[in-house]
């Protein structure tokens, strides 16, 4: 896990897009979505549900 990988959760989270998030945080939409999709699996969970417009964080993804 990277602070720069959190920071992409933390933009994603926020603007509930993963283009709009890429764009504040100035990489390429598929950069920013490489290194979630990288942390997701090292930690073995999902923190977006995809299949939402807007994007939503997961039960397990909440920072509560």
Known sequence: ?????????????????????????????????MQIQKLEDELDIQIFDRSKKPIELTCIGKFD
């Open 1 to 33: 896990m990277t602070i720069t990988q959190l920071k992409y959760v933390l933009a994603v989270a926020q603007y509930q897009n993963f283009t709009k998030a890429a764009e504040k945080v100035f990489v390429t939409q598929p950069t920013l979505s």
